[in-house]
């Protein structure tokens, strides 16, 4: 159970980071290039000092035979930023939040075609009624399928690149840890939107973002909060099968809309509330899933030690030559 509890922390920090991100680019007007880049210009000095002081300090940034493979997930980051955020200019803000959540989909279908992960049909059953949740919370009703071609496509290769990274980071994990391969996807990620803030021109709006505190602190609050953010996710994913981790992160847009409400004033319908506790009613249903698996995980090997300790007394108690030799082959079996 202590993934569940590593990803259940894993969802409060990404739901800060929606907030701000949302304040920030919605409501402040920021672009998301320069956004990108200034939050970033905060977040790497906090891992890398993180990184220098603790443990083996710079040696936990060497790659360890994982060099190819953190260029690997760099360049998918680049990829998916690119794809993500450049996709709102040529489809819905709706459109975007549902079909970026595909990822899901594509975590289940690489992970089961390829034999990384096993998926039980209760939990797969899950997946449909989460997003039941999810339409319903975003609204499917302002879905739109006409004129946006290129937007759709976009987000929907852009939760293929999210599916297949979360395998990548999976593999550097095991010779990594967390925070070494947080400072190096998000230093090689950072190209990504230094490219969209140079062709959109947001350099020469650089000196508005330090004329007041008010703009610029928001955006150290930012880089902060995704330097919590990032590690905490790898945690999890280190511990955690990575389709039950994305089905985790489904719960973000229900907490960042329970947020909202008394923030920013934004009013759910009764659709959205419905929508809301079905992805939550079937989140709870998932862990209550891993914790008997849990259990009956820790309940196996005690089973089995008792079973070893009834047939030793047993056997003890029968004088030595007159166990036959099947029984004792028998016995053998069930100690291995």
């Known amino acids: 159970m202590r993934a569940v509890f ?29 956004v990108g880049v200034l939050s970033r210009c905060v977040t790497l000095p906090v891992l890398g000092a993180w990184i220098l002081t603790t443990g083996d300090g710079w040696r936990r940034l060497m790659p360890r035979g994982r060099g190819g493979w953190l260029l690997l997930m760099g360049t998918f980051s680049i ?22 959540r595909f990822d ?8 089961s075609l390829l034999g990384l992960e096993r998926i039980g049909l209760g939990q797969l059953a899950l997946l449909p009624v989460m997003f039941v949740g999810l339409a319903l919370l975003t609204e499917i009703g302002k879905f739109d399928w006409g004129g946006h071609m290129v937007g759709d496509l976009m987000t929907v290769v852009a939760a293929f690149g999210f ?32 490219a969209l803030a140079v062709i959109g021109g947001d350099f020469a709006r650089l000196a508005e973002v330090f004329e007041f505190a008010s703009a610029w602190l928001p955006i150290v609050a930012l880089g902060v909060l995704v330097a919590v953010s990032l590690p905490l996710y790898y945690v999890a994913l280190r511990r955690m099968d990575v389709w039950k981790l994305r089905m985790f992160m489904l719960a973000t847009p229900v907490l960042t809309a329970i947020v909202e409400w008394p923030l920013l004033g934004i009013e ?3 659709l959205q509330c419905l929508g809301g506790a079905i992805i939550l009613a079937a989140l709870a249903l998932l862990i209550r899933m ?15 030690q008792a079973t070893v300790e009834g047939r030793t007394a047993s056997s003890e108690a029968v004088p030595a030559g007159c166990v036959s030799e099947p029984v004792q082959h028998q016995t053998k079996e069930k100690i291995e």
Request: no cysteine.
């Open 268 to 270: 759910l319908s009764m």
């Open 79 to 100: 990829a998916i930023n690119l794809l993500w955020f450049g996709a709102v200019n040529w489809t819905t803000a709706t459109n975007v939040s549902m079909l970026i």
């Open 104 to 111: 899901v989909v594509f975590v289940v279908l690489i992970g």
């Open 6 to 34: 590593y990803a259940s922390l894993a969802v409060v920090p990404w739901v800060a980071v929606t907030l701000m991100l949302r304040w920030l680019i919605s409501v402040e007007g920021r672009s998301v290039g320069l």
């Open 290 to 304: 891993e914790w008997r698996l849990s259990a009956a995980a820790k309940d196996g090997p005690a089973a089995s």
């Open 163 to 194: 599916s297949v990274n979360a395998f990548v980071i999976r593999h550097i994990l095991l010779m990594m840890d967390e925070e070494s391969v947080a400072l190096y996807n998000h230093a090689i990620s950072t190209l990504g939107f230094v």
